[in-house]
């Protein structure tokens, strides 16, 4: 069984920066396909960016060229770099980790873009 943690949520302005971390325990973490999703208020839960184990990233139209998937398997992490952070960027974002039918999901941690 895979536990995530996420953390680095928070308040920022339009324009800022932030970086989610996702802590993952396991020692097979590598072969897990990883992901950020989001879920607005009154929204249904959407994907963000994957990264697969070989570190092929996919993204979301709507944060192509603005955020970037990473992942370090040395220490079981995976990380969502946020710029050009926008209001709409509000939601609650998930961590995800998938290998085949198998399929775990972290707490989420808050992000909140606003003046």
């Known amino acids: 069984q895979v536990q995530l943690v996420e953390s680095g949520g928070g308040l920022v302005q339009p324009g800022e920066s932030l970086r989610l971390s996702c802590a993952a325990s396991?020692?097979?973490?590598?072969?897990?396909?990883m992901g950020w999703y989001r879920q607005a208020p009154g929204k249904q839960r959407e994907l963000v960016a994957t990264?697969?184990?070989?570190?092929?990233?996919n993204y979301a139209d709507s944060v192509k060229g603005r955020f970037t998937i990473s992942r370090d398997n040395a220490n079981n992490l995976v990380y969502l770099q946020m710029n050009s952070l926008k209001p709409e960027d509000t939601a609650v974002y998930y961590c995800n980790g998938q290998r085949g039918s198998l399929g775990y999901w972290g707490q989420g941690t808050q992000v909140t873009v606003s003046l």
């Open positions: 990264i697969s184990d070989s570190a092929g990233t």
């Open positions: 396991g020692s097979i973490f590598r072969f897990y396909i």
